[in-house]
């Protein structure tokens, strides 16, 4: 080359690259336009209805009567208000926590106590944070109960929190697990951003710690979890599990109130519905374009800071009030945690009393035999759709990386169109697409099955599965590639005898993430399993409406327990593995 480069394809010699380039660029396209089929499928299944064309039902015509009767809906301003609220308050404040977290703490010990700190309160599942929240900061919960004495309280406070009208709590909740999520990502960024030289740099011209990440580091790391930031927006506008929790209920959320409507006997509001799927994608593409706009603002304050001179140096609260939302989103998903741990073996316990007056495992044992049969769907259902996602995902990543030439030292990034493909189940709204699933399941006359529901699965598992994998794939040192080569290894057996043993600590991690995402999927398997295929989560979402908080401790105990042992699993298996082998357990 002109300037002396050379171009590098990850060590492996010309003849493998060469030898069907085709092939290797078409598989990430084709996988990743599976994954992505089901949503343009799912929301063709709801158009027609809602413009009154469903021959099942004796629709024969097109029509705008399920959009008049739409509007007709009492309410529906407020719950689609609140849905596009809750899009942007949430993610505004999960992205807003998570850069002056990463600003204020890179590269010290509290990252790294943050960081060994993702896989459990990743394990936990949307619904069972949401009780475990719930039973905190309910008038008769944990908080109100030591706060009793000092403040003099007898019985509850007459207070609404849990299911107030402008869903603050369910908001809370949604935060307190978006900063994981968020966290996640950025550290999978940050390397890239290379935050040591370029903090370097601005330190030396006199930025304090915070305003040299934020105006150097931080914009880059941005622009790579871009994506993932659209899906938190996506997902809180349109969430279901968490809003039967912890939102209001008159009037709830637009999601909720879609739900509703699904599962209602009368079969004639399925066009009602499919009308409200569609406005639920507009509230969505709304939120989301409301974001990208500010996206562009918070650019423009950005600039006009840097352009001031101001440089920060004085920023020792700052950074005290940077570890407080991260601090209270981990806090309150570990004491919601133990909160439903107390209950589930709680005997007697009356307000104001600190902790139960007995423990008892006889809630457990009246429950237990009764979610034997939900825990093994789930296992099976999250271990199937974990290990599918796993092999299409290593399959998108390895292929890519050896089709694309690069130049030495270049680290391959995925084509954004195919990222957009793979992450665009979690940026169109779950309700909108997966009820139109429901529909053209039901009108060709299938009956729900396991596969049928570790397809639906995986379609959500794929892009965490990637979302995980990408950066240690990506980022393992090509050399390896060029020895293998050297001994005459192929493909194939660079990746089983190399590339698979360095990576097998984030594999096992993206797989554990896939399996925690496919346990807390409510809305997919409550409508492909049509009620025959239940989850631990669905019946612990089921049993919200009872009232009886022992049993839903035990089985969002249960919802919990199931992906942790997961994400333990593969934080030892490397251990075990490599326990004489140090250097490659941290590969």
Not at 548 to 556: E, F, H, K, P, Q
Request: glycine residues 10%.
């Amino acid at each position: 080359m002109p300037d002396g480069r050379k171009t590098a394809r990850n060590g492996s010699n010309d003849d493998d690259v060469s030898a069907s380039p085709r092939l290797l660029r078409a598989i990430p396209w084709s996988i990743a336009g599976l994954l992505a089929a089901p949503v343009a499928v799912g929301l063709a299944g709801v158009v027609l209805p809602a413009f009154g064309y469903l021959p099942a039902l004796g629709g024969t015509s097109l029509s705008l009567g399920p959009f008049r009767e739409l509007l007709a809906q009492p309410g529906l301003f407020a719950s689609s208000l609140l849905s596009f609220a809750s899009g942007l308050v949430t993610t505004a404040l999960s992205v807003l926590a998570v850069s002056l977290f990463l600003a204020a703490f890179h590269g010290t010990g509290a990252m790294r106590i943050a960081r060994r700190a993702l896989g459990p309160l990743l394990a936990i599942p949307h619904a069972a944070a949401a009780f475990g929240l719930a039973f905190l900061i309910a008038p008769s919960g944990l908080l109100f109960r030591l706060a009793a004495a000092p403040l003099g309280l007898d019985r509850p406070p007459d207070l609404l929190i849990v299911g107030d009208p402008l869903g603050l709590s369910m908001m809370a909740g949604l935060i307190a697990k978006e900063i994981p999520f968020l966290m996640l990502v950025a550290f999978a960024a940050l390397p890239q951003a290379e935050p040591q030289r370029r903090t370097m740099l601005a330190r030396s011209l006199g930025y304090g710690r915070m305003a040299a990440f934020l105006h150097t580091v931080w914009p880059s790391v941005y622009r790579q979890i871009r994506l993932p930031v659209l899906a938190v927006v996506a997902f809180a506008s349109s969430v279901v599990d968490v809003a039967l929790i912890l939102g209001p209920s008159v009037p709830p959320t637009l999601a909720v109130r879609l739900l509703q409507w699904m599962g209602d006997p009368d079969l004639s509001l399925r066009f009602l519905a499919s009308a409200g799927a569609l406005l639920q994608l507009a509230v969505t593409a709304g939120a989301l374009l409301v974001w990208l706009g500010l996206e562009r603002l918070c650019a423009r304050l950005g600039a006009a800071i840097a352009a001031r001179g101001r440089r920060g140096t004085n920023d020792g609260a700052a950074r005290g009030l940077a570890m407080l939302p991260v601090a209270l989103a981990g806090l309150s998903l570990a004491l919601g945690l133990l909160v439903l741990a107390i209950w589930s073996f709680a005997g007697l316990w009356s307000f104001p009393d600190p902790l139960p007056q007995a423990f008892t495992t006889q809630t457990l044992e009246r429950a237990l035999p009764r979610a034997e049969g939900p825990i093994v769907t789930t296992a099976m259902v999250a271990g199937l759709s974990g290990v599918i996602a796993l092999l299409a995902v290593v399959a998108m990543l390895e292929s890519h990386r050896r089709a694309v030439p690069r130049l030495a030292g270049e680290r391959p990034v995925l084509p954004s169109l195919i990222a957009g493909l793979l992450y665009l189940p979690l940026i169109v709204p779950q309700i909108a697409f997966v009820f139109g699933l429901q529909i053209l399941v039901v009108a060709s006359g299938f009956e729900p099955s396991l596969a049928f529901l570790v397809a639906v699965h995986l379609v959500f598992v794929a892009p965490y599965v990637a979302l995980a994998l990408v950066g240690p794939w990506f980022a393992l040192d090509p050399r390896y590639d060029g020895v293998a080569a050297s001994l005459r290894h192929g493909p194939v057996a660079t990746l089983l005898r190399i590339r698979i043993p360095l990576l097998l600590a984030p594999i096992l991690t993206a797989f554990a993430i896939g399996f925690a995402v496919s346990v807390g999927q409510y809305l997919p398997t409550v409508l492909i399993g049509a009620g025959r295929l239940t989850t631990i989560t669905t019946e612990a979402v089921a049993l919200a409406s009872g009232g009886n908080r022992r049993i839903v401790g035990v089985y969002a105990l249960l919802q919990t327990i199931v992906p942790a042992l997961v994400f333990l699993a593969a934080s030892l298996v490397p251990v075990l593995v490599y326990r004489r082998r140090r250097g490659m357990e941290g590969a």
